[in-house]
């Protein structure tokens, strides 16, 4: 006795909408119908478990089955099937989920069966594939099997069928499009990236493996072969795991089967891990990091109760920790909203914040537990740390209890502990505490050089972010500014009350000041003549902090910053009055061998801050062969 019927009305008009507009993305009707042979699974395997069925389970699994010639995909599962009456009220009534019906009514016991139910049009995504649809399923409950066919306009037609055991089988007769969906390299792709980690085992065809040898088989003998089921997925991921259940090896290994691509093992982990108030677990990952921001290939992958979903985490995961990898699973998310609206939700904000502070309590743990440690990977970490403090105020709070500040001499202070040991020898006469960096160990190795003379702590700090972290800092900490050891000369760096007596008054001065700016003639160098002590250098360039700073921030994208960045470099060209050889080449008579030594002096000074380039460093190194001729 065949039926024929007409689906729901409300929803006449969805087919041509399913298939052009709600999913740009064709593909995922495999996702939502392994995700309904999974369900189907799991649910029997909730009544058996509960005494509601009695069947002989075995080992459950789904299999997919390609039918080339046929142009059919199959995908068969053995789980609970359906009756007559729950095809047509599951199937034939689009609108209505049996996941949710189910859950409602075995609310008390199923909240952590694992099912999947919703994630947008379901069953129905079939039809953005194929011309045709069937269903051929037998309920669990003993009664007869049920064959329903649609060709995607609203009607269909149901009959009984011939099927031995309880489960269903879905056949899609693929569009002529479409047929991508028979290749088995495409099949194969799609599981691997919708399903790789999901709960019941997935057949797709059969490989072969290898067998030990018998004993006494000669050398020449191949060793025996079997066919075995091609399972896709691993149905019990790392994740899905208590942490004390794991070892760090685990970890490691989960890690390789999510990137199998990557060859470097990650720095270390975090397990996450909540069921209240919202239900998450994951573990992520910190990756070595590079300098280069942008450089992420590998990103932290986003799934549903272990069916994935995306690896686009953007408004789920505070940015910063978007450069780690690993996996997030949390059915709380809602899916079928825009990002900015996902910004705005409550439980993902929620889930936001749990997040940061997982990997700040983390990172707090390993920096207590082994320090040493710590600080070897603190080169590997700090962009996510430094990008953290700059991006949440919560992050940066808890940060001063494990971000490193390194000096060049590699040791390595918290941030109390480095004002502490600075306080003494870097407070100005204002009473700031002046932090002085580095940002190059080579380049700026002679400034340094001069700072740690004078007993100075001088740290580096060499991160593309790290401009927009000291202005941060500076302006949430009390009394205390960032110079770089370039910034001026040592003796201004940290401005004391002491003041140096001059060897020359203030009209030589000047008039230095002048003949040397007519000397030079370039415009990005301000002539400043001082009075320094007699053995520091005569000459010296140097960058103001400030200038520099904003150049830096608005270059590493910094907003505000605008219009800071198209401005040309700008130096000072500091003139240590009470040199000698500034004494000398200011009493010179000779006015073209004093415009000689100047020539001389200030190439100098360039060329030790690398300013010295292409002619003017041709001309340097000929003429200072004629000096020593
Ligand atoms: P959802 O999964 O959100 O419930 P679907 O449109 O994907 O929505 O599926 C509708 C319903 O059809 C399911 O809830 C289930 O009751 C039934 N169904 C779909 N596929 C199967 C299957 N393979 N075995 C048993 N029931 C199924
Ligand atoms: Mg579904």
């Excluded at 953005?128 to 049920?146: C, G, H, N, R």
């Excluded at 909540?274 to 932290?300: A, E, H, S």
């Excluded at 040397?516 to 160098?525: F, H, K, R, V, W």
């Excluded at 080449?585 to 690398?610: C, H, R, T, Y």
Aim: glycine residues 6%.
């Amino acid at each position: 006795m065949s039926q024929k019927g007409t689906i729901n009305v409300a929803v006449e008009n969805i087919f041509p909408l399913i298939k052009k507009f709600l999913y740009s993305d064709h593909e995922i009707f495999l996702r939502e119908l392994v995700s309904n042979a999974t369900d189907a699974t799991l649910k029997l395997q909730h009544l058996a478990r509960i005494g509601e069925a009695s069947v002989e389970l075995g080992d459950q699994k789904i299999e997919i089955k390609i039918d080339k010639e046929g142009k059919k995909l199959h995908i068969i599962d053995q789980g609970l099937g359906m009756t007559e009456d729950e095809v047509q009220k599951y199937i034939n009534e689009v609108a209505f989920s049996g996941a949710e019906e189910f859950l409602e009514k075995y609310k008390d016991t199923a909240k952590d069966s694992g099912i999947i139910g919703h994630f947008g049009l379901g069953f129905y995504s079939a039809f953005m594939v194929a011309d045709q649809v069937e269903i051929i399923t037998k309920s669990f409950k003993d009664e007869p099997a049920v064959h329903w066919t649609c060709d995607g306009s609203p009607n269909y037609t149901i009959e009984p069928a011939e099927k031995e055991n309880f489960g269903t089988e879905i056949i899609l007769h693929i569009s002529d499009d479409e047929t991508e969906f028979l290749e088995e390299s495409r099949i194969n792709e799609l599981l691997n990236k919708y399903n790789k980690f999901m709960p019941v085992p997935i057949k797709f065809g059969t490989k072969t493996e290898t067998l030990e040898k018998p004993e006494g088989a000669k050398e020449e003998d191949p060793a025996p072969t079997q066919e075995v089921d091609n399972i896709i997925n691993n149905p019990d991921p790392a994740w899905t795991k208590q942490p004390a259940d794991l070892e760090d090896q685990d970890y490691k290994n989960f890690y390789r089967e999510l990137y199998p691509m990557q060859f470097e093992e990650p720095l270390f982990n975090i397990h996450l891990n909540v069921d209240y108030p919202f239900n998450l677990t994951g573990i992520l990952y910190f990756p070595k990091m590079t300098q280069d921001l942008n450089v992420q290939k590998d990103r932290i992958q986003l799934y549903q109760n272990q069916v994935f979903v995306t690896d686009n985490v953007e408004g789920i995961v505070p940015e910063f920790l978007t450069m780690l990898r690993g996996v997030i699973d949390s059915p709380d998310i809602p899916l079928n909203v825009s990002r900015s609206y996902l910004q705005a939700d409550g439980a993902v904000k929620k889930i936001s914040s749990y997040i940061t502070r997982k990997v700040a309590d983390k990172l707090k743990s390993l920096f207590n537990e082994d320090r040493k440690a710590f600080e070897e990977k603190w080169n590997d970490i700090k962009i996510v740390i430094e990008y953290g403090m700059l991006s949440e105020d919560k992050f940066f709070d808890k940060a001063d209890k494990f971000a490193l500040y390194p000096t060049v001499d590699g040791d390595y202070y918290l941030w109390d502990e480095l004002v502490e040991k600075i306080k003494p020898a870097q407070t100005d006469k204002d009473d700031k505490t002046v932090i002085l960096y580095a940002s190059n160990k080579e380049e700026q190795h002679s400034y340094t050089a001069a700072a740690k003379k004078k007993g100075y702590e001088v740290l580096l700090l060499d991160s593309p972010i790290v401009s927009h972290l000291m202005q941060k800092l500076e302006s949430s900490k009390e009394n205390i500014s960032f110079v770089r050891v370039d910034a001026d000369h040592v003796d201004n760096l940290i401005k004391k009350e002491e003041e140096q007596i001059s060897k020359l008054s203030d009209e030589e001065k000047e008039a230095l000041q002048k003949t040397i700016t007519e000397t030079i003639a370039d415009t990005s160098y301000t002539v400043q003549v001082e009075a320094m002590s007699s053995d520091a250098a005569p000459f010296m360039i140097t960058q103001p902090e400030f200038m520099r700073r904003m150049k830096e921030m608005q270059a590493t994208g910094g907003g505000g910053m605008m219009g800071f960045g198209n401005m040309p470099d700008m130096y000072n060209l500091v003139v240590n009055g009470n040199s000698d050889l500034v004494q000398s080449i200011f009493n010179e008579k000779d006015e073209e061998k004093k415009s000689g030594l100047i020539q001389q002096a200030v190439d100098l000074a360039k060329l030790s801050q690398g300013l010295l380039k292409g002619e003017k460093l041709t001309e340097f190194v000929s003429r200072s062969y004629e000096l020593i001729k």
